[in-house]
């Protein structure tokens, strides 16, 4: 069973920086995919951005040269580098793991963690 579990949210002031982690035990696959999405009050759950084992990553246009994806597949492990932030980035932020490769969308991923929340004020 994989199992995403995330740290590192907070709250920060417009223009300030935040880093989150994520730790995905029980992930075998040797073609994988770790992702970050978000959900704010009200909205539907958004892609924020992936990385696959075979080295490619994907980015929401929203959050394109702000964010930094890292994922780790040694160690299973994947951060997200939060950079310039806005207050439209608050929201509740979720790991997600897929032993397969898929695209920044929800419903191809099967694991997630319970989010930690990010919250940017004006």
């Known amino acids: 069973q994989v199992r995403p579990v995330e740290s590192g949210g907070g709250s920060v002031p417009a223009g300030g920086s935040l880093r989150l982690s994520c730790a995905a035990s029980?992930?075998?696959?040797?073609?994988?995919?770790l992702a970050w999405f978000r959900q704010a009050p009200g909205k539907e759950r958004e892609g924020v951005a992936l990385?696959?084992?075979?080295?490619?990553?994907t980015y929401a246009g929203s959050v394109k040269g702000r964010f930094t994806i890292s994922p780790d597949f040694r160690k299973n492990t994947l951060s997200l580098e939060m950079n310039s932030l806005l207050p439209e980035d608050t929201a509740n932020y979720y790991c997600?793991?897929?032993?397969?490769?898929?695209?920044?969308?929800?419903?191809?991923?099967?694991?997630w963690g319970q989010g930690t929340q990010v919250t940017v004020s004006s």
């Open positions: 990385g696959t084992s075979d080295g490619r990553t």
């Open positions: 997600a793991a897929s032993d397969w490769f898929v695209r920044l969308d929800p419903s191809e991923f099967k694991y």
């Open positions: 029980g992930l075998t696959s040797t073609k994988a995919t």
